[in-house]
């Protein structure tokens, strides 16, 4: 290693020789990457057009600071990117900077992080500085960020399944004088991403926007620049000719504004928009809400048993008698155990073909036993049911298990929740927002988990994000995949049957004349 420099005036000569504002072919960075490290902000975002070099211009601001000795403001950095190729890439332009600004630093190594309570070590790439600092990067689990201390750097945020957890995680470092840097094209409208700009512009957060769109950064030299690394002769028809192109290369104008413009497409982020779902809301669909009582883990099994026969019979019970008995209706159901809600939907199937989500029950830790043991009594209750449905994926499995065996596969679809099964039946969910044939209970709560379903790697699916409720709990969703299910049971063509059952032959019965069970045995059916 050659020798590190702590002196602070050497330091701040670097900084400022790259701040300069002036273009010129000679700098290094062009002015939208100087304005980028010249802001200080605690918390700045950076809504770019894509292969703008913004990325690289933070890890040179990283490099200056890892660099630096505590004194003068040194600190550690970490990377958090959507892949290990992007990782690898600003750990590599890190190294790069570092050469070019003659600073100490080690060889890019490959290191274990050890996170508690996970099973296995994840590998993340590493320098060190002769200052005592590191730049390292991470994935995109919040739960790496837990322990450490230093700047956070989000990259392509739009398309994290985590950003609002990670943004937490990391705006908790700011508490002993860290920053936290978000960099990322757009991913639509309702995105977490798009929502954290407009909550920075409408100052309900504070914090800094940067806006990069293509034409921006070709002002800026951007073009200039291409021509000066290809070795090629600039004009402006030339560039002109190059953004058209650009352009011209995407599908649709909505996508050529979102990729190069700074503009979010409508629809993009959460998969159904919410004006549809408020639409479908209406106050007569019910919701109810259970929690087992503290402590009942050390009950025998009969008293669960009797706690949740008295909550069926007090609350649910009296809500599915209402029920019309001329409708056909289906079970849908997102098992849990403790962390999230076990949320079962009891939907009417119209006349006119129209999902009504008359019921929705919410069970908060309530053992395996007790959910059969409702789900059972919910089913037997319903009139005309005709399909039920479930996510048996994990623990789900036991309950799947468990109808199937009680109501046959003709009736019961125990569902493994696969990118093959949302990306069959979250179109048809859609379709029934989008046409105006589904109707879901107006409850804030209900409302929010159904902007769970994103585009993920191009499938609906339900995202990796949690929102607190508001009884304080987290949510994830729930509602939306017991509503999913709901609606792929409703396609199923089983039916409950409901008999009277047969005396024993043996039996001897004294039977009036208007009695069924003499009839049949007097041969009169």
């Known amino acids: 290693m050659s020798e590190f420099r702590t002196d602070l005036t050497d330091i701040s000569a670097s900084v400022n020789a790259i701040l300069n504002s002036e273009f010129s072919p000679e700098d290094v960075l062009l002015g939208y990457q100087k304005r980028w490290i010249a802001d200080d902000s605690i918390l700045k975002v950076a809504e770019k057009s894509r292969r703008t070099g913004l990325t690289w211009a933070e890890a040179c601001d990283a490099t200056l600071t890892g660099a630096m000795s505590r004194d003068a403001g040194g600190r550690n950095t970490f990377y958090v990117g959507s892949s290990k190729d992007m990782a690898r890439e600003f750990i590599d332009a890190c190294a790069m900077w570092a050469r070019a600004f003659n600073y100490a630093v080690s060889e890019i190594v490959e290191e274990e992080l050890i996170i508690e309570n996970e099973r296995t070590d994840i590998l993340t790439f590493v320098i060190y500085f002769a200052s005592g600092f590191k730049i390292q990067a991470l994935s995109?689990?919040?739960?790496?960020?837990?322990?450490?201390?230093?700047?956070?750097?989000?990259?392509?945020?739009?398309?994290?399944?985590?950003?609002?957890e990670l943004l937490k995680a990391g705006m908790a470092l700011t508490m002993w004088g860290a920053k936290v840097r978000i960099i990322s094209t757009h991913n639509g409208t309702e995105n977490d991403f798009n929502e954290?700009?407009?909550?920075?512009?409408?100052?309900?957060?504070?914090?800094?926007?940067?806006?990069i769109t293509l034409d921006s950064a070709c002002k800026d030299g951007l073009y200039r620049r291409i021509c000066q690394i290809n070795h090629a002769r600039w004009s402006q028809a030339k560039e002109d000719e190059w953004k058209t192109d650009l352009l011209k290369g995407c599908f649709?104008?909505?996508?050529?504004?979102?990729?190069?413009?700074c503009v979010p497409k409508n629809g993009a982020g959460a998969y159904i928009p919410r004006v549809l779902i408020d639409n479908a809301a209406r106050a007569e669909h019910s919701v109810i809400r259970y929690e087992m009582p503290e402590g009942h883990m050390l009950w025998t099994e009969p008293a669960r048993t009797t706690e949740v026969i008295t909550f069926f019979n007090e609350k649910i019970k009296p809500l599915l008698d209402e029920l019309d008995k001329n409708v056909r209706h289906a079970y849908g159901q997102d098992f849990a155990r403790s962390g999230d809600r076990?949320?079962?939907?009891?939907?009417?199937?119209?006349?006119?073909?129209?999902?009504?989500?008359?019921?929705?029950?919410?069970?908060?830790?309530?053992?395996?036993?007790?959910?059969?043991?409702?789900?059972?009594?919910?089913?037997?209750?319903?009139?005309?049911?005709?399909?039920?449905?479930?996510?048996a994926t994990g623990n789900g499995g036991y309950l799947g298990e468990a109808l199937l065996l009680q109501y046959g596969q003709s009736m019961v679809d125990a569902v493994h929740t696969t990118e093959n099964f949302y990306r069959e039946w979250s179109p048809k969910y859609k379709s029934l927002y989008e046409s105006g044939y589904i109707e879901i209970p107006k409850d804030e709560d209900i409302i929010v988990d159904q902007r769970h379903l994103k585009i993920i790697q191009g499938v609906p699916k339900i995202d990796k994000s949690r929102d607190k409720g508001r009884d304080g709990k987290k949510r994830h969703g729930d509602s939306c995949v017991a509503y999913i299910m709901a609606v792929r049971a409703s396609y199923l063509e089983g039916f409950v049957a409901e008999f009277i059952a047969l005396p024993n032959k043996h039996e001897k019965h004294n039977y009036d004349e208007d009695d069924d069970y003499g009839k049949y045995e007097r041969g009169c059916w």
Do not use: C, W
């Open 140 to 164: 995109s689990n919040p739960k790496n960020l837990r322990g450490m201390q230093g700047n956070v750097v989000i990259d392509e945020a739009a398309f994290h399944e985590y950003l609002p």
């Open 252 to 261: 649709t104008e909505d996508d050529a504004l979102e990729e190069y413009s």
């Open 196 to 211: 954290l700009i407009q909550e920075i512009r409408k100052g309900v957060r504070k914090g800094s926007v940067h806006t």
């Open 342 to 391: 076990s949320t079962i939907a009891i939907e009417s199937i119209e006349q006119n073909t129209a999902r009504k989500m008359r019921l929705t029950i919410e069970l908060h830790d309530v053992p395996y036993n007790q959910q059969r043991e409702l789900a059972f009594l919910i089913i037997n209750s319903t009139p005309r049911i005709t399909g039920i449905a479930i996510d």
